[in-house]
């Protein structure tokens, strides 16, 4: 009888013990899987031109973060770029901004959250950023010159040079859509490129064969992204071009 009685008790407390750890673990589940959705600050301050389609973009990331993993804070405020705040985010992507946007201590500050192993993509007008900055000029990877006039937005083709990044594996080797199309100066020489715009598909183009689109690369301590599209609020909502963005996101958090 006191063998039986040893062994009801002991089945008892393992019962208890169960119930008792099974919230514990649940949290702890629950806190990894937190863990594991990626913090993306999104910055769309312009100081000069202002594209329409920039809260839709914004509004299409939000979306495409709740199937695919990751948060979007958006912000117009450069006094977020401080190395307190950075640290937070494991992607700060520029969406269309235009010209000055950061203060010396902020552009220190977002330099040291590269340096770091931070990471960067831009969008569109991201290149018609910080013309007086070269160090973001190689970070982005080229800078806007011009694009094309009456009308602005012209159906193009474009070349899929490289269908093994994860921003691209999904499309053909051609690609034809409409956009507005940059034209590019001071093309950092170390971008790998991805997808290159064909001038002869369309009326406007200044760069000739070495038209890039879309490239990536790793720079001075973070991974970089950027694809010239998006002018349109049209674009974000085109699946070849959602797919297109959440690859280039994907890279950059280095999934």
Known sequence: MKTLGTFIASLLFCISFSASSQPQMQEENSTTIKKETAQILVFTKTMGYRHKSIEKGVETLVKLGKKNNFSITQTEDSLQ?????????DLVLFLSTTLDVLGTEQEQAFKEYINKGGNYMGIHAATDTEYEWPWYGKLVGAYFTSHPNDPNVRKAQMNVVNKEHLSTAHLQDTWVRTDEWYNYKNINPDIE???????????GGTNGDNHPIAWYQEFDGGRVFYTG????????????????LVGGINYCLGR
């Open 81 to 89: 770029f401080n190395a307190a705040n950075l640290k937070k985010y």
């Open 193 to 203: 490129v991805l997808i290159y715009l064909d001038e002869t598909s369309y009326e």
């Open 229 to 244: 599209g998006g002018h349109t609020s049209e674009s974000y909502d085109e699946p070849d071009f959602q797919k297109h």
